[in-house]
């Protein structure tokens, strides 16, 4: 059996848990963590992930991070 293509990664679906429980530095670091492997993969799992940081950069203050995350999400 194959994966569905739009099947989401363990590891974002950790993140979003995360972010939903307000675990907002956890979800940032698995993310970024798991950055490079998403690059590779399927384009709007990647583009999940990366908006994913970018609403943890932005509820965590870091502003210019998330400005930058959410233009690589566009």
Same mark, same amino acid.
């Not at 530095?25 to 490079?36: G, H, Q, S, Y």
């Given at each position: 059996?194959?994966?569905?293509p ?6 974002? =679906? =950790?993140?979003?848990?995360? $972010?939903?429980?307000?675990? &907002? ?6 993310? &970024?963590?798991?950055?490079?492997? &998403?690059?590779?993969?399927?384009a709007?799992?990647?583009r999940? =992930? ?5 609403? =943890?950069?932005?509820? $965590? ?12 999400? &566009?």
């Amino acid at each position: 059996m194959t994966a569905h293509p739009h099947e989401v990664p363990d590891e974002v =679906a =950790a993140a979003e848990r995360e $972010l939903r429980q307000g675990l &907002l530095r956890p979800a940032r670091e698995r993310l &970024l963590a798991a950055m490079p492997a &998403l690059e590779r993969g399927d384009a709007a799992i990647y583009r999940r =992930a990366v908006n994913m940081l970018g609403a =943890a950069h932005f509820e $965590l203050g870091e502003l210019p991070e998330a400005s930058a995350a959410f233009a690589r999400a &566009l």
